[in-house]
């Protein structure tokens, strides 16, 4: 099993921005499709975004176009994922994983890690 660990998650005000960090122990992230999911209370766990390796083409849901980027840093062997003009219902725990290529389901991502919690309030 491939081991991720989160950081970076915490308390922000709306508006405000985090950068939340996934980094690997044991192998390298560059040889895999990297996508940061979310899953809030009462709410089925969404891919919020995605990047490939190889091309390195991401993809994002809608709802995070044009506030969120995802980004790789091999020499740091870290994913990471910049969350600006953040809104209330961006409020989750956010996690990423490993898949061959990106998917919107979930289910094609194989490893995963223990979560960080986002939290947007006033």
């Known amino acids: 099993q491939l081991q991720l660990v989160e950081s970076g998650g915490g308390l922000v005000q709306p508006g405000g921005s985090l950068r939340l960090s996934c980094a690997a122990a044991g192998f390298t992230l560059e040889a895999y499709a990297i996508g940061w999911f979310r899953q809030a209370p009462g709410k089925e766990r969404e891919r919020v975004s995605c990047i490939n390796r190889g091309d390195g083409n991401t993809y994002y849901v809608d709802s995070v176009k044009g506030r969120f980027t995802i980004s790789r840093d091999n020499a740091k062997n870290t994913v990471y994922l910049q969350m600006n003009s953040l809104k209330l219902d961006d409020t989750a725990i956010y996690y990423c994983?490993?898949?061959?290529?990106?998917?919107?389901?979930?289910?094609?991502?194989?490893?995963w890690g223990q979560g960080t919690q986002v939290t947007v309030s006033s």
């Open positions: 994983a490993t898949a061959a290529i990106c998917s919107p389901w979930s289910a094609h991502f194989g490893s």
